[in-house]
């Protein structure tokens, strides 16, 4: 049985269980990074009497990003001291089967005579995992992965890393916000720091995602070489990870002039605060300032189509859109 049908099996029993002490479930999960600052925001702004609607909010956050993040949950719910002692009703409920570790990592066979290196979960190792491998070959990393293998060229994402402008990387790192937190983004400057903290959610194990980012901003060259990869002999099957709010808001940052940009900023003058919006350089840089400010969200973008309305229908309709579709 996957993470994500355990939660769900257990979800009601899960709830009420951990309503007891919803500060304390919300925080354990926020140091484990399976939500990020501005989901950590919007549940601690729930009516404090409410114990259980944080935890219901909380749980549907986290079945809401799949397996690996319901299995991190579990493994929270069965392993951490404090959860444990807190919680005891939690041994009751059937949650072994589900205990998930961290998928093994193995060493590739050799390439033109040199071995490649293993992908550490290690943060401490993240840079040896992209040193340039002048005159030493192509390096891949191979996940075992249900059965099938799917490898990837690290001498290939050091290309496209040598290939991004600056912008770019900040744009990619926009539409990681959902899967990288906000404390770790802000200290990526080059794709493949980017990469190695992918490479730690598992989103290295296949191309899709990395191509669906590429995709999205206009990189579709770069796919070109990460599909010429001979090393990529097989992909499996991936969940989409990036998210249609991400997407769109890309989309709106895309399409949006300078002029519009400048007009946006005096719009959101009083709410985002002027000091703020100094720093603002893009319309991505605004549109995270509405998170930190919860104007906007994956549920909530009244206040953006509101101010867009204003500037650019045709902005406003590709906001329209996204809320029609979900």
Same mark, same amino acid.
């Given at each position: 049985?996957?993470?994500?049908a355990t939660v769900r099996r257990n979800k009601t029993a899960i709830q009420t269980i951990l309503s007891g002490d919803h500060r304390l479930i919300v925080n354990k999960v926020?140091?484990?990074?399976?939500?990020?600052?501005?989901?950590?925001?919007?549940?601690?702004?729930?009516?404090?009497?409410?114990?259980?609607?944080?935890?219901?909010?909380?749980?549907?956050?986290?079945?809401?990003?799949?397996?690996?993040?319901?299995?991190?949950?579990?493994?929270?719910?069965?392993?951490?001291?404090?959860?444990?002692?807190?919680?005891?009703?939690?041994?009751?409920?059937?949650?072994?089967?589900?205990?998930?570790?961290?998928?093994?990592?193995?060493?590739?066979?050799?390439?033109?005579?040199?071995?490649?290196?293993?992908?550490?979960?290690?943060?401490?190792?993240?840079?040896?995992?992209?040193?340039?491998?002048?005159?030493?070959?192509?390096?891949?990393?191979?996940?075992?992965?249900?059965?099938?293998?799917?490898?990837?060229?690290?001498?290939?994402?050091?290309?496209?890393?040598?290939?991004?402008?600056?912008?770019e990387v900040a744009a990619l790192c926009f539409l990681c916000s959902d899967v990288v937190s906000r404390k770790h983004l802000e200290e990526i400057r080059q794709a493949k720091?980017?990469?190695?903290?992918?490479?730690?959610?598992?989103?290295?194990?296949?191309?899709?995602?990395?191509?669906?980012?590429?995709?999205?901003?206009?990189?579709?060259?770069?796919?070109?070489?990460?599909?010429?990869?001979?090393?990529?002999?097989?992909?499996?099957?991936?969940?989409?990870?990036?998210?249609?709010?991400?997407?769109? %808001?890309?989309?709106?940052?895309?399409?949006?002039?300078?002029?519009?940009?400048?007009?946006?900023?005096?719009?959101?003058?009083?709410?985002?605060?002027?000091?703020?919006?100094?720093?603002?350089?893009?319309?991505?840089?605004?549109?995270?300032?509405?998170?930190?400010?919860?104007?906007?969200?994956?549920?909530?973008?009244?206040? %953006?189509?509101?101010?867009?309305?204003?500037?650019?229908?045709?902005?406003?309709?590709?906001?329209?859109?996204?809320?029609?579709?979900?």
């Open positions: 049985m996957s993470a994500k926020y140091e484990k990074e399976l939500i990020n600052q501005r989901e950590y925001n919007s549940l601690k702004s729930i009516n404090r009497e409410d114990a259980e609607g944080h935890v219901i909010e909380l749980v549907d956050k986290i079945m809401n990003k799949g397996d690996d993040t319901c299995g991190a949950f579990l493994n929270l719910l069965q392993t951490d001291e404090d959860i444990k002692s807190t919680f005891p009703q939690l041994k009751d409920l059937q949650l072994n089967e589900a205990l998930f570790v961290p998928r093994p990592v193995e060493i590739s066979p050799p390439h033109n005579g040199v071995e490649s290196k293993v992908l550490q979960h290690d943060s401490s190792q993240r840079e040896t995992m992209f040193d340039d491998g002048k005159g030493k070959g192509a390096q891949h990393v191979t996940p075992r992965s249900n059965g099938s293998r799917s490898t990837t060229n690290i001498r290939t994402l050091l290309d496209i890393n040598n290939e991004l402008e600056s912008s720091d980017l990469f190695s903290r992918l490479s730690e959610k598992g989103l290295l194990e296949n191309n899709t995602f990395i191509k669906e980012l590429l995709r999205t901003i206009h990189r579709e060259d770069l796919i070109i070489r990460l599909e010429a990869d001979r090393g990529n002999l097989e992909e499996t099957d991936a969940r989409r990870v990036l998210s249609n709010f991400r997407i769109m %808001l890309y989309k709106i940052y895309d399409d949006m002039t300078v002029d519009g940009l400048e007009s946006m900023k005096l719009l959101l003058m009083s709410k985002l605060g002027k000091r703020h919006l100094d720093h603002c350089k893009t319309a991505l840089d605004v549109f995270a300032e509405m998170e930190k400010k919860e104007l906007i969200s994956d549920t909530h973008v009244d206040e %953006l189509y509101d101010v867009l309305l204003k500037l650019d229908v045709k902005l406003a309709k590709t906001v329209k859109h996204y809320t029609m579709s979900r």
